[in-house]
């Protein structure tokens, strides 16, 4: 089965800047996740979705993050205005079930904010 | 809160020597167990869970971790580890009621040839 696939891999803005990614799971997979992966710490959930709804989004900083998910398909992050401290991999995942199944990973979209 | 404990940031071992990465958490009610592991310059994926039975959990590649409920434990072992066992070790823990799932911070495997 393809995979999770994220664009772009690799995204250079400086800080105040906005910036996207774009995330597109696993076929016929209804759960939907963005992680936030700061250099030497272990991927932080932003927002996890149920389909197109959100299921959670407490730690999403939604003063400058926002998200959505079409269709209950692909998905969009976006960062606006981009700080320092946004400086990350993000990573997008999917899963068939909410609680029993494991997450499959895309690459990941790797943030350097200048 | 609920949190994750990894206590090796960076583990260095020689081919043939025997591997044991530790995992405690920090939720005491019925919990979904996860390893995850990420290879140099792949995406992470799935080493092996535990959701319920047997408390010691066989996964891909000789891995195996043992979940002790009176410890908060789940940690990952390998009897004889090898080069391309070269990779990050992510415990990850999602409480039974609930859907999030929470990551460590990770431990650095570097296998000496």
């Known amino acids: 089965e393809a995979g999770v696939a994220q664009s772009p891999r690799y995204k250079i803005i400086e800080k105040r800047q906005s910036v996207a990614f774009w995330c597109n799971p696993i076929?016929?997979?209804?759960?939907l996740y963005w992680y936030q992966q700061i250099l030497g710490q272990g991927p932080k959930l932003l927002i996890q979705f149920q389909n197109n709804g959100v299921v959670d989004d407490s730690q999403l900083p939604k003063d400058r993050f926002s998200a959505e998910r079409l269709k209950g398909v692909d998905s969009t992050l976006k960062i606006q205005p981009a700080k320092l401290e946004d400086s990350a991999v993000y990573l997008c995942?999917?899963?068939?079930?909410?609680?029993?199944?494991?997450?499959?990973f895309g690459n990941g979209t790797r943030l350097t904010v200048t | 809160a609920q949190s994750v404990s990894q206590h090796n940031h960076h583990v260095i071992l020689s081919e043939a020597a025997s591997l044991e990465l530790g995992c405690n958490y920090s939720?005491?009610?019925?919990?979904?167990l996860f390893w995850y592991v990420q290879y140099p310059g792949q995406h992470l994926q799935l080493l092996l869970k535990y959701f319920s039975g047997d408390p010691l959990v066989k996964g891909i590649k000789g891995f195996e971790a043992e979940f002790i409920k009176s410890k908060f434990s789940f940690n990952l072992r390998k009897p004889s580890v090898q080069w391309s066992d070269t990779a990050e070790y992510f415990c990850a823990v999602n409480e039974g009621r609930d859907d999030k799932i929470i990551f460590g911070k990770g431990t650095r495997l570097h296998i000496l040839p």
């Open positions: 076929s016929g997979h209804a759960t």
């Open positions: 995942a999917s899963s068939l079930d909410r609680r029993v199944s494991p997450l499959h």
């Open positions: 939720y005491g009610g019925t919990v979904n």
